[in-house]
């Protein structure tokens, strides 16, 4: 049964490693490698916490030193990436977790409680080419250039550590949230506070064969053509999408990228049972009230901030479109988005505004914005930029004058799917789930290796 809904879904839960009882869970979980990249204190912080203890922060790279560090530097991080991945498996820190989902409740700092399913989604079925019909698909455009180092760690590694989230459009609540009902029959696999004030997390083994056998029939439901079309009144010319990718998209699409180059010396055979066919993953239900979509502000590092507005201006305005920007302290009424005009507040050293186009020619504020940075960026190499969460990153490192900050709106998660079936990937960087703090921190682990001998 399980194999044949695997073909179908792209699903394999034949095994996902947890650390075993001895090893300190707050210390061992650390959060996504691409969060925090402007704060280095942030993750010396960590390192500190951490110690000299068993702890997933010492297999992977994190992103806030990818700019800082040179290629030897690089190099060597890598290395020891790798060695310790062996060192962990060798030193037998995992318990193997066979056959079975991951059920996961992530307590926010709201205090609502998010609701996931661990398991490891067919690279085969996923596609993060712009106007992709695949069955899992990229909701923002991938910044092709941020693949190499993670590739570099990945095509060595005998292990993967997912922070990788998949969302799917599940109104009726009928994949996730029947197995939450049912989690006081399970074994719980973990239960601890994450580090950094990240909330509280559990998970629970989920092998119970009724349970397995409903979670693959409501996923079957969602994926028919007839479900499908008429939820999102297309016609049966338009390929299901089943699982969007929320958070990780880079992570996926290394993967994927790292799974095309292996697969091309294998056999048939070998092809369908490789370990790295697949990516461990994490579903949640997009209709999860827990589940918040905040904007992915930028930041411009060394420019000059009248300068930067007055090349916005020239630019939307050699195209023809009404353009400008304005001081003003009340930026906190500035509303990004509807169908004739996106304002974009900013803030510099001690000054606040927002620039403003009329009759945009992206639909939401964030196209608007990444169309003119793509083209200022190219034609300033000293500059640099950076996509962070949360307003509070932005005020504080725009503190400084030599830093331009632009705050984007959120969006409408219930307008995710439909707008990537219909329009294909949003520009990059479009919405993170939640806030820094509360993205996937890295727990549990997969190995990708064939035959990887201890």
């Known amino acids: 049964m399980v194999n044949r809904f695997k073909k179908d879904l792209g699903i ?14 707050t210390k061992w979980a650390v959060i996504a490698c691409d969060q925090y990249t402007s704060e280095p204190e942030y993750w010396e912080k ?49 318990e193997e977790i066979e056959n079975s989902f991951v059920y996961i409740e992530r307590t926010v700092k709201s205090g609502k409680k998010r609701k996931g399913l661990l398991f490891a989604i067919d690279l085969e079925l996923y596609d993060f080419s712009r106007g992709s019909s695949s069955l899992v698909r990229a909701t923002e455009g991938t910044i092709l250039d941020r693949l190499p180092p993670r590739i570099q760690i990945r095509e060595k590694a005998c292990l993967e550590l997912p922070h990788i989230m998949l969302l799917v459009d599940d109104p009726g ?34 092998n119970d064969p009724v349970l397995l056998q409903n979670i693959y029939e409501a996923l079957m439901n969602l994926k ?18 089943l699982f969007a990718v929320g958070d990780g998209n880079h992570s996926l699409a ?33 209709h999860d009230p827990a589940l918040q979509f905040e904007p992915i502000h930028r930041i411009l590092f060394n420019v000059d901030a009248d300068e930067v507005l007055n090349a916005f201006v020239k630019f939307y305005s050699d195209k023809g479109i009404p353009c400008g920007y304005e001081y003003t302290e009340d930026i906190g009424k500035i509303h ?47 500059a640099a930029v950076d996509y962070v969460h949360g307003t509070e990153i932005v005020e504080k490192l725009c503190r400084n004058e030599r830093n331009l900050g632009f705050l984007l709106s959120p969006m409408n998660k219930s307008d995710l799917f439909r707008t990537v079936i219909l329009d294909g990937a949003l520009p990059r960087k479009t919405f993170s789930m939640g806030e820094a703090e509360e993205k ?4 549990e682990c997969r190995k990708i290796i064939s035959g990887y001998l201890r």
């Open 173 to 206: 609540c009928s994949v996730i949230e029947p197995v939450a009902e049912c989690k006081e029959r399970m074994r719980k696999l973990y239960s601890f506070n994450l580090m950094m004030e990240g909330g509280f997390i559990e998970g629970y083994q989920v």
């Open 336 to 382: 990004g988005t509807d169908s004739k005009k996106h304002s974009i507040a900013f803030i510099s050293g001690g000054r606040t505004g927002y620039v403003w186009v009329g009759n945009p020619i992206f639909s939401i504020d964030v196209g608007t914005l990444q169309h003119f940075l793509d083209s200022y960026l190219g034609a300033n190499p000293d």
């Open 440 to 443: 996937r921190y890295y727990l």
């Open 224 to 241: 028919s053509q007839d479900s499908f079309s008429g939820k999102y009144n297309v016609d049966a010319s338009v390929s299901p999408l």
């Open 254 to 286: 290394t993967a994927k990228a790292c799974w095309d180059n292996i697969k091309k010396s294998l056999s048939d055979e070998e092809k369908n049972r490789h370990p790295a066919r697949y990516a461990l993953v994490e579903l949640v239900n997009i």
């Open 12 to 25: 394999d839960i034949s095994s996902i490693l947890i650390p075993k009882e001895n090893i300190s869970l």
């Open 46 to 94: 960590v390192d500190r916490f951490v110690g000299n203890e068993p702890s997933t922060l010492r297999l992977i790279f994190p992103e806030v030193y990818l700019e800082r560090e040179n290629a030897e530097q690089k190099r060597q991080r890598i290395d020891n990436i790798n060695k310790t991945m062996r060192d962990y498996l060798d030193n037998d820190y995992f």
